[in-house]
């Protein structure tokens, strides 16, 4: 079945050492996003990527980079990761035009130590 | 600047019985989207049901169907026949057409008790 896969589903890291999240999909969708979502809150953009282009959410900590090297993968790299950035991270794709939703992956838990 | 809204953080409903999430938005736009999404405990979230802004007509799916409201700006789900797997947080969001964005609101969760 076509989806999105990120992995791992839980990464604990220690504080200040980087950290890197990836998604794959097999859907074929130009737009791929990265989302943070803490405990019982919305999940909040943090950038996109329509095919290669690159667009930041405004709010998004320099902390937070990403890559996308082809259409099928995406990553999320964490430069410095501090206590704060202890959240469930989401990936999830969408074709740009079509008024379908996004297709969510299962998220990555990620502790911070 | 678009805006959702979900009033209720906590809802709760008795298994085969009716339960209905409000969700409110604000914006300038004529054409855009809105979903419901529902994301069970640790768990992958995933699309429950869409409107487009310019269907009248309410979507359905199955025990799930909306009541849109285009001038009052207004979302809100119905489920029907609530199961014990309707359990989970349920996000509102929207989507401008023709933009990337997805804004959800800050969501609701829904107990189901037997």
């Known amino acids: 079945d076509a989806m999105v896969i990120q992995n791992p589903r839980y990464q604990v890291t220690q504080f200040g050492k980087p950290v890197t999240l990836s998604c794959s999909q097999t859907?074929?969708?130009?737009?791929m996003y990265w989302y943070q979502q803490k405990s019982s809150q919305a999940p909040k953009l943090l950038f996109h990527y329509y095919d290669k282009d690159f667009n930041n959410e405004a709010d998004t900590p320099d902390n937070f980079q990403s890559r996308r090297p082809n259409t099928s993968f995406c990553f999320l790299d964490i430069r410095s990761p501090g206590l704060g950035d202890a959240a469930m991270y989401l990936c999830a794709t969408s074709t740009r035009g079509a008024m379908r939703g996004y297709t969510f992956g299962s998220g990555t838990r990620l502790t911070v130590v | 600047a678009q805006t959702v809204t979900q009033s209720q953080p906590e809802m709760s409903v008795q298994e085969a019985e009716t339960v209905t999430l409000s969700c409110t938005y604000d914006?300038?736009?004529?054409?855009?989207?809105l979903f419901w999404y529902k994301q069970p405990p640790s768990r992958q979230m995933i699309l429950v049901i869409r409107q487009e802004a310019y269907k009248q007509q309410n979507a359905t799916e199955n025990r799930f169907s909306v009541n849109f409201q285009k001038a009052a700006k207004s979302f809100s789900l119905k489920i029907s026949d609530s199961q014990l797997g309707d359990a989970a947080m349920y996000f509102c969001a929207y989507r401008r057409r023709n933009t990337d964005k997805l804004i959800f609101g800050t969501g609701t969760r829904l107990q189901v008790f037997p």
């Open positions: 914006t300038s736009e004529s054409d855009y989207y």
């Open positions: 859907l074929n969708h130009n737009v």
